[in-house]
Each structure stands twice: as structure tokens, then as C-alpha cells.
């Protein structure tokens, strides 16, 4: 989510203590099978909206989870960066830029071993708020394609198989106006249509998102009710969400919907997918909890017959930071 508007209401959070790495809030266990024992084929970790920065305690918090992930007694096969790795670039100039994908990157390289599949989110986009970036948009790595070059992507959103599951990740940021909403193009949808058709029935879906396709919680993000109804922002959860739903309904293959965006955890289980969404690394952007939400990651186990489970785990989170 934004924090150049969302920024104020961190103003009266106070500072959050959050303990070494322990189970939190959500232990979920989604389509467990009734003749056990089941087969794990695949332990990942879900770390979304870390928002790292040079300044404050960001890379410091950043490395340290990266550390609790590592010395899990049965360390994740594979780590899903689910999107806003750098605090913001979507408004930021190049040199701004340069300096968060450089320190990303360099602590990735340093503190992490397990392989990392990446989703881009809005912040993760180059200068698409012009009025503050002072970008054209003419730019060689404008846009997408700066964070593209980065994690090696000949587009923005991509699948792959691995251990019996088939994962699809998502890019669901698109420009309206100098700012952002979010949705798939005709383009990708008839490309996850695709994707989905030639999937066998037998093989189970992971679905990664920056944004929620499906979301409760972005009811409580803000005061959405002061109108007298509720008004979810299309910036916050997919506004496409319906044809998404509709196509995911047709392929009962789809398990399990992973997002973060809006710093929040929760599950929500519709027309039998469970739309996960965690909580972020960052918590309030390095200031500590998120409304009810501490700082944190997801731990997901993925069992041979479909099946998951999926926790909620915090790490030594640093003091906050006042600036």
C-alpha cells in the first residue's frame, strides 16, 4: 500500500514490542486429507511488503528475518517475495531507485540461500507518479521494466512447477492516472485462462498476488464507511476480482491464493479457494504492529494431495524509528 498517504494514520501507533520468532495470530489448515499421514512435498516461506530502506531500522529488521527463516529447524525449500521489497520507487527518482534495489539486492546476496521466486508490486514500479519522480516515462528501465531486469523476467508475470504443484504469479499493477490500480489486462487474464486450461485436474494451484484478489480485511484499511457503505479503494484489492473468482470456480485445482499489500492477515475460504493474506514483514512501514497486525511472514507446507497448511510467525523485530 502507499505510504505517502496512508502515512498519517501511523502517526499515533506507538511503538509495538514484538518477541523473537514465535507462532502468531493464523495456524490454518486448508483441505487436510482424512487418511494420514500425508506427504509434504514443500515448505515455503511468504514474505511480502518489506518496504527495506537504508535509513531507520528497515535493512536491519530485514536481514533479521531473513535470519529466522534460515535457522527454521526445517529451513523453507523456497522463499515467494509477494511484492513491495523496497519502500518506493513508484515516486522516487532514479538515483532514490538505484540506491533501494542496490541495498535489496546486496542483502539477498549476503543473508539468503534459500532460492526466492519474486511478484512485483506497486511500490516495486519506476516513477509512475511522475508529479513526484520527475520521470517522462521515456526512460530506459521505466516503469516495470527496471525491476524486470532485476529478477531476470521476460515479463511481468510468469508460472512454474515445482514438487508437484503448479504456481502462477500475478502482476496486477496497472497506471489510471499518476497513480495505480489493480487488475489483470485482457492480455494476462486470457494467459491465466490459458495457463489454468492446460494444467491437468490432478495437479493443485498456488496463485501468488501483490494485491488480494479476494479480501475482508481492506473493509478496516481506513475509514471506507464514512460514506454511510462500505468503499473498498481499486487500489487496494483487485477490482477484477469477479472474473478472477468465475475462472477459478471453472478449475477446483485452485488451492490457495497467497497476497499481502495491505499489511493485514487474514483468510478468507470462497467457492472452496482460501485467499491468504499475510501480514507484513514491515508492519507499519518499520514503525511496528499495523492496526491488529504484528510484523511478520507466512510458513506454508505443501502436501502431495493438495493440501497446505499455513502459519503465521513473527521474528526479533527492531525497535522503531522515529523519521
Sequence with gaps: MEPMTR???LK???????????????RHRGDASSNPPRKRVLRIAHLTDIHVQPEGNAARGFIDCLKTVHELPERPDLI?????????????????????????????????????????GNH?????????????GNEPRYGKKWVMELYGLERPYYSFEQAGWKFIVLDGTFPKGNDYTARLDDEQFEWLKAELQRTPETTPVLVLSHMPIVSACA????????????????????????????????????K???SGHLHLLERVVYNGVTYICDG????????????QTPPGWGLIDLYADGSFEHEYRSF????????
Design 256 to 258: 490457495l491464493c497467497l
Design 316 to 323: 526479533p523485530y527492531p525497535a522503531p524509528t522515529e523519521g
Design 80 to 120: 515467494l517475495n509477494g511484492g513491495d521489497f523496497v519502500m518506493d520507487v513508484f515516486a522516487q527518482n532514479e538515483q532514490r531507485a538505484k540506491t533501494l534495489f542496490d541495498l535489496w539486492q546486496r542483502i539477498l546476496a549476503e543473508h539468503c540461500e534459500i532460492p526466492v521466486r519474486h511478484c512485483i
Design 219 to 254: 473493509m478496516f484499511d481506513g475509514e471506507n464507511e464514512k460514506s454511510g457503505d462500505w468503499v473498498i479503494p481499486g487500489a487496494w484489492v483487485h477490482i477484477d476480482a469477479r472474473r478472477i473468482v468465475e475462472l477459478f470456480y471453472r478449475h477446483k485445482n485452485v
Design 12 to 26: 499515533g501507533i506507538g511503538a509495538a514490542t514484538v518477541g523473537a520468532a514465535v507462532w502468531l495470530t493464523l
Design 7 to 9: 502515512r498519517d494514520l
Design 124 to 136: 516495486d514500479v519506476w516513477g509512475w507518479d511522475r508529479s513526484r519522480s520527475g520521470c517522462t
Design 280 to 291: 507484513a514483514v514491515s508492519g507499519a512501514w518499520w514503525r511496528g504492529n499495523y492496526h
